[in-house]
């Protein structure tokens, strides 16, 4: 009886909103997992709240948080953790899949629909294939990752089983984009040391850039030799463009801005990798290798801007992604223009995914301004600040002036909620929040209005 | 043989260059008037770039300026700047056609052509009928507005001439929504005058609120016992609702999270005039009767975003407009119901319409965010007070915290810039630097990508 009434209440909900209820429940369980005696220090200083905010962070692979993690959490907690940003990344409808397939049971149309709202695929053929691509090749990134940080680490760490718990969860952490660390202090400690930086932004970058721009280049480099004609997708042409594009342009606007600031007594090198691995972590990966409070005010909102873009949809990451951003500036230079259609990469664009595009972007602003406001009146931290937490939480990044640990319950559930929206991404929400969609039967006429 | 050349030139422009054009000509012309020795005090602390700054903040109707008009100009030098922002207000094309009508020329396709894409009116009939109609209103508008703020100032001023000077700068300045003052602080010396107030705001309203809500509005009038059934346009229904549910917002927005701030040791009364004439003047007015300074910073932000949206179209004033911000708020509900065409007071919304909304508010918002980053580089004041600059100048507003006149040169071109943008209107911008269009004979094959 119960069980039918709720089998039928689940049938009536939309995918938007079966996803949201997934990773409500992933939540709970996530809050359950870290808040264990095992995972927790003896005296460690540990609410409810924060348990809700790092476990919301993790499951949207943000890396916000409440707490210093090393002084927090055990060995068995770092795991745990570890676990749960490992589930978040990958993606709940992923591993369900996973899931399915482990169990045998062949996966149903509805399910497909579910997953194909999350990762935002169109079509429903090969999808299981794809997934399992998915969880198989970011596994072994991860593990090749962990291993290569492992081994170098044996020059930090006397202990072997410390090398490789940092190298496992620094590899977990940049692949997934989850930019928690064990450190205490992000990837400071290797300010210094461009190996580790530059796995890091290799395994960022990976995670970032979307599956989909994975799986075609497995497939390009699969069949290379086999005089297979391969054609990489509009998706993956465009996301790709955008993503190296917004690299080099943070890597050099840090480098303009902070000339004379933070990079005055900096040699050439020295100032490049900063510039590069802090703008390579705002697509979406969220570490560092220095405080970003030394950072300037300019450079502080360009950042924000770039966090607030964030990386590939299909990805780990948030933010409004890359091919909304792209769809954006093409359809702003086209308007301009006065032509009639977006032509990219010998491919028309669609007006659906460009008015989708300024859709998303439209309402992710209204939604980080508005957090904005709500957090100048309940915090007592500078705007820049504040700007930035908010673009943080939006695109799932974890990078911070240090206010995370300030901030007030109501700050807290406010970044707690653009966490959420910004994993869900802005599309689903807005399904989420819209419901069923309206009568269509009545219709008027059409009038125009002014505009601008 | 030159005017051949002129002329043939001038024919190649495009409408939205021509009006570029011709504001270029009418801020030049500003800066000789304003310049000329009769218009400034002997002594006076005045630069080019002042003369400048001012001649664009006058013929943009902004209110901006880097000196102290009472302190800077001669009586003379105040008629001629009331003048430059009577021409500017109006409109260069309205007043550009009535000297066409007064010289009896009559109006070619060319010239109306143009006016339609300032003033954004769409169908040629019944144009110059239009212009003629607007001119007559708002001086009519004027001159009330004076006789009843000069008889009012007669408490205030020995000298009638003084008091009527006073009321016909004001009247103009509210009406014309310039924000310009001869009283050296705006409003303050007022701010326990309502009467005075409730004047500005109505007159404020109407240069605000778009001249075909005027004349439709005296056309309802007129034929009201005339058993002649009226319709107002469906672009009168959206401005006017977005008009004043932006000014019940700001108004409920301002005692509520002014009520323990500024307003703490106000009445209730006190409290409310304060709240209302400061969102009244987020529209495009630019009038205060405090220093903005004495608002606290989610305050600042929130009539940053009202001064951002501005006023109606085909009105003095400038920001994103009403209707662009009605047709966001409209479509992003509407997707999110995933209906397939918006409804609104028995009428539908034309695509059209609707994505000119979302590119125009998207522009606007990188153009807003790139001011912001050039001046946090150039100029020393607090974040808060550089976005409100910023919204100020693109909503040819007015309202400042008193940073104008410490601007960086490069500060006062970047001001500059955006109230030329703000009152050229973002259309018209994009269509200018857009230039003629593309080929449009190629055609690919369409690709969807995934978005947000
Ligand atoms: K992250
Ligand atoms: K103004």
Same mark, same amino acid.
């Given at each position: 009886?119960?069980?039918?009434?709720?089998?039928?209440?689940?049938?009536?909900?939309?995918?938007?909103?079966?996803?949201?209820?997934?990773?409500?429940?992933?939540?709970?369980?996530?809050?359950?997992?870290?808040?264990?005696?095992?995972?927790?220090?003896?005296?460690?200083?540990?609410?409810?709240?924060?348990?809700? =905010?790092?476990?919301?962070?993790?499951?949207?692979?943000?890396?916000?948080?409440?707490?210093?993690?090393?002084?927090?959490?055990?060995?068995?907690?770092?795991?745990?953790?570890?676990?749960?940003?490992?589930?978040?990344?990958?993606?709940?409808?992923? /591993?369900?899949?996973?899931?399915?397939?482990?169990?045998?049971? !062949?996966?149903?149309?509805?399910?497909? @629909?579910?997953?194909?709202?999350?990762?935002?695929?169109?079509?429903?053929? &090969?999808?299981?294939?794809?997934?399992?691509?998915?969880?198989?090749?970011?596994?072994?990134?991860?593990?090749?990752?962990?291993?290569?940080?492992?081994?170098?680490?044996?020059?930090?760490?006397?202990?072997?089983?410390?090398? =490789?718990?940092?190298?496992?969860?620094?590899?977990?952490?940049?692949?997934?984009?989850? &930019? =928690?660390?064990?450190?205490?202090?992000?990837?400071?400690?290797?300010?210094?040391?461009?190996?580790?930086?530059?796995?890091?932004?290799?395994?960022?970058?990976?995670?970032?850039?979307?599956?989909?721009?994975?799986?075609?280049?497995?497939?390009?480099?699969?069949?290379?030799?086999?005089?297979?004609?391969?054609?990489?997708?509009?998706?993956?042409?465009?996301?790709?463009?955008?993503?190296?594009?917004?690299?080099?342009?943070?890597?050099?606007?840090?480098? /303009?801005?902070?000339?004379?600031?933070?990079?005055?007594?900096?040699?050439?090198?020295?100032?490049?990798?900063?510039?590069?691995?802090?703008?390579?972590?705002?697509?979406?990966?969220?570490?560092?290798?220095?405080?970003?409070?030394?950072?300037?005010?300019?450079?502080?909102?360009?950042?924000?801007?770039?966090?607030?873009?964030?990386?590939?949809?299909?990805?780990?990451?948030?933010?409004?992604?890359?091919?909304?951003?792209?769809?954006?500036?093409?359809?702003?230079?086209?308007?301009? @223009? &006065?032509?009639?259609?977006? !032509?990219?990469?010998? @491919?028309? /664009?669609?007006?659906?995914?460009?008015?989708?595009?300024?859709?998303?972007?439209?309402?992710?602003?209204?939604?980080?301004?508005?957090?904005?406001?709500?957090?100048?009146?309940? %915090?007592?931290?500078?705007?820049?600040?504040?700007?930035?937490?908010?673009?943080?939480?939006?695109?799932?990044?974890?990078?911070?002036?240090?206010?995370?640990?300030?901030?007030?319950?109501?700050?807290?559930?406010?970044?707690?909620? /653009?966490?959420?929206?910004?994993?869900?991404?802005?599309?689903?929400?807005?399904?989420?929040? &819209?419901?069923?969609? %309206?009568?269509?039967?009545? @219709?008027?006429?059409?009038?125009?209005?002014?505009?601008?």
């Amino acid at each position: 009886m119960m069980l039918t009434k709720l089998r039928t209440w689940l049938n009536r909900m939309t995918p938007a909103q079966m996803i949201v209820l997934y990773y409500s429940i992933a939540v709970s369980v996530a809050v359950i997992l870290i808040s264990l005696p095992i995972s927790i220090k003896p005296g460690a200083d540990w609410s409810f709240m924060d348990a809700l =905010f790092v476990a919301v962070s993790a499951v949207s692979v943000t890396g916000l948080t409440t707490v210093n993690i090393s002084e927090t959490f055990t060995v068995t907690g770092n795991y745990i953790l570890m676990f749960v940003f490992q589930f978040g990344g990958i993606g709940i409808m992923a /591993l369900g899949t996973f899931f399915w397939l482990i169990i045998g049971k !062949k996966i149903g149309l509805r399910e497909r @629909r579910l997953i194909m709202a999350d990762q935002n695929q169109m079509g429903l053929s &090969g999808l299981v294939k794809m997934l399992k691509g998915i969880l198989v090749l970011i596994i072994l990134i991860e593990l090749i990752g962990a291993v290569l940080l492992g081994v170098h680490f044996l020059n930090y760490y006397s202990a072997w089983e410390d090398a =490789f718990l940092h190298g496992l969860f620094a590899s977990i952490s940049a692949t997934t984009n989850a &930019g =928690f660390d064990i450190t205490g202090s992000s990837l400071i400690p290797y300010a210094n040391d461009y190996f580790v930086q530059v796995i890091n932004i290799l395994l960022m970058t990976l995670g970032a850039i979307g599956f989909p721009v994975l799986i075609e280049t497995k497939e390009y480099l699969m069949n290379r030799n086999k005089n297979h004609i391969h054609r990489f997708s509009l998706f993956t042409k465009i996301t790709t463009v955008t993503f190296f594009g917004l690299l080099v342009f943070g890597t050099v606007a840090i480098m /303009l801005l902070e000339k004379n600031h933070f990079l005055a007594d900096k040699s050439w090198v020295e100032g490049f990798f900063y510039s590069f691995f802090q703008s390579a972590t705002t697509r979406s990966g969220g570490l560092a290798t220095m405080d970003m409070n030394n950072f300037s005010e300019p450079t502080l909102l360009v950042l924000s801007s770039l966090i607030f873009i964030g990386a590939s949809p299909s990805s780990v990451g948030g933010g409004i992604r890359t091919t909304t951003f792209a769809l954006n500036l093409l359809f702003l230079f086209h308007f301009g @223009r &006065g032509g009639r259609s977006i !032509k990219i990469f010998k @491919r028309e /664009l669609t007006e659906e995914d460009i008015t989708k595009s300024l859709v998303v972007t439209i309402m992710a602003m209204i939604i980080c301004f508005t957090a904005t406001v709500i957090l100048t009146i309940t %915090e007592d931290h500078s705007l820049t600040a504040i700007v930035f937490e908010v673009a943080s939480a939006f695109g799932t990044n974890g990078l911070s002036l240090g206010i995370t640990p300030d901030l007030s319950i109501i700050g807290k559930f406010v970044i707690i909620t /653009l966490m959420f929206i910004g994993r869900v991404g802005i599309i689903l929400f807005l399904l989420f929040i &819209g419901g069923k969609g %309206e009568n269509t039967q009545i @219709r008027y006429p059409k009038e125009r209005v002014i505009i601008g």
